[in-house]
């Protein structure tokens, strides 16, 4: 298994707050990503990475933004959560861009409930 | 506008059934990759296959085949005598050269099968 750890892997905030969720992974792997998954909605790509500090926006980054500092840390930050942004989110590395490279792997997932 | 379009919310079988999945994908592209994806209950998501556009034979895994046809633009996955253990939710993506090669995914498909 891809070593892909995020965390915390549950979070119930209030509308409002800030959420920071961090995702780690230990491949050395230059592309990180964000997406949220709802229902009728499959996977949604919030932001993404293809190196230290060099970021990019995916389809539906509006409420959302990230860092990355070292390559095996992608923080991804809402600002001023809310309610919409109830959902579970995935962190998923690859080695090269996604799909030219092959398979992307995928953290367990983080479920965030914004009351 | 949608990608990727799994017009399947829900298939529910008995076991030992065959059960096939439909993706239908839009890209004007011609190099590109499709990917399937599984979900089981306990929440991650595991790599199944991927598929570039310039290899339309179709494939095998154990109970598991695609049917790849750029022709109607479709790549669709059928399991074979289902399982118990096949219930998930199953996601086609699409890897694009003009979108940098991230994955698009689509809405999925639960399989829900009953013993």
């Known amino acids: 298994d891809a070593g892909i750890t995020q965390s915390p892997r549950h979070k119930v905030t209030e509308t409002g707050t800030p959420v920071t969720l961090r995702c780690h992974q230990t491949e050395n792997h230059r592309y990180m990503y964000w997406y949220r998954q709802d229902p009728g909605h499959g996977l949604r790509l919030i932001h993404y990475s293809y190196g230290v500090k060099d970021t990019d926006k995916g389809e539906v980054s509006d409420g959302y933004s990230v860092s990355r500092s070292k390559t095996e840390d992608f923080l991804l930050t809402l600002e001023s959560a809310t309610s919409s942004q109830t959902s579970v989110y995935f962190c998923a590395i690859s080695e090269n861009q996604g799909g030219r490279a092959g398979e992307l792997f995928f953290g367990e997932g983080s479920r965030l409930t914004v009351l | 506008a949608q990608k990727v379009t799994q017009a399947q919310t829900e298939i529910s079988v008995v076991e030992k059934e065959d059960v096939t999945l439909d993706c239908v994908y839009e890209t004007r592209d011609t190099t590109y990759y499709l990917f399937w994806y599984k979900q089981p209950p306990s929440g991650e998501l595991v790599f199944l296959i991927r598929?570039?556009?310039?290899?339309?034979q179709n494939e095998i895994s154990g109970r598991y085949s695609w049917n790849f046809q750029k022709s109607t633009s479709s790549f669709n996955f059928t399991i074979t005598a289902s399982q118990v253990v096949d219930s998930a939710v199953y996601f086609c993506a699409l890897s694009e050269v003009s979108n940098d090669y991230k994955l698009s995914f689509g809405a999925g498909t639960t399989v829900t099968v009953r013993a």
């Open positions: 598929r570039n556009s310039f290899d339309e």
